[in-house]
């Protein structure tokens, strides 16, 4: 069975330092890989997908980047945190088209 | 840009109540997808509607897709403290069929 792994689950940190989010799945190949953020509990905003390794579609232009060094790996970076960077931040996976996304269970991000 | 406008965003009911949660857009969608998620998790998905005018039944939640492709609702009959959560839908479409367009969520908390 597939899996998705995410972590930390909880990140404090203050503004200007770096981040790092990873993000692995287990169980399949070549998946669609997300990073999306949610704030307060509320609607899910998409910040970056990947179709395959090395491809990375940008959603929202912002001081937060990612990249897929492999399959099945999805990291999350920023060279330097903002206040508004705080938030919830949730990896997922699909595959194929029109199929649904299975998420890990996010990553508390309070930055300070 | 694809939106999706869910109403209403905050709704509490006592246990064995029946309520109903909308999801409207003004774009049309490939399908759409209800998922459901509890404080401190990923969402987890509920169900896939593809055609429109599509009825499924989930135990006591039944969703609908409407006939122009463009909104859906979600019923839950006789609801328990166990449907609490985060109720989000998802649309499929807009040229791309890799990308979902959350909505903002409608949070339900069942009174016992």
């Known amino acids: 069975s597939q899996t998705i792994h995410q972590w930390p689950a909880t990140l404090v940190q203050p503004v200007g330092s770096p981040l790092s989010l990873e993000c692995t799945v287990e169980?399949?190949?070549?998946?669609?890989l997300y990073w999306y953020r949610q704030a307060a509990g509320r609607g899910l905003q998409l910040l970056f997908y990947s179709v395959g390794i090395g491809q990375i579609s940008s959603e929202v232009p912002q001081n937060l980047s990612a990249s897929r060094p492999q399959d099945r790996q999805f990291i999350l970076s920023s060279k330097k945190l903002l206040l508004s960077d705080s938030g919830f931040y949730l990896c997922?996976?699909?595959?194929?088209?029109?199929?649904?996304?299975?998420f890990g269970n996010g990553t508390r991000l309070t930055v300070t | 840009t694809q939106l999706l406008e869910q109403s209403p965003q905050f709704l509490s009911i006592q246990e064995g109540e029946n309520l109903t949660v909308y999801c409207n857009s003004s774009?049309?969608?490939?399908?759409l997808q209800w998922y459901r998620q509890e404080p401190g998790e990923g969402p987890v998905l509920l169900v896939t509607v593809v055609t429109g005018g599509e009825v499924k039944k989930l135990k006591r939640l039944t969703f609908q897709f409407g006939d122009a492709r463009k909104d859906s609702s979600l019923h839950i009959t006789a609801a328990q403290p166990g449907d609490t959560g985060l109720y989000l839908c998802?649309?499929?479409?807009?040229?791309?069929?890799?990308?979902?367009?959350f909505g903002k969520g409608t949070l339900l908390t069942v009174n016992p």
């Open positions: 998802a649309g499929v479409g807009g040229g791309s069929n890799y990308k979902l367009t």
């Open positions: 169980g399949t190949s070549n998946p669609n």
């Open positions: 774009s049309v969608f490939s399908s």
């Open positions: 997922a996976w699909g595959q194929g088209d029109m199929r649904p996304l299975h």
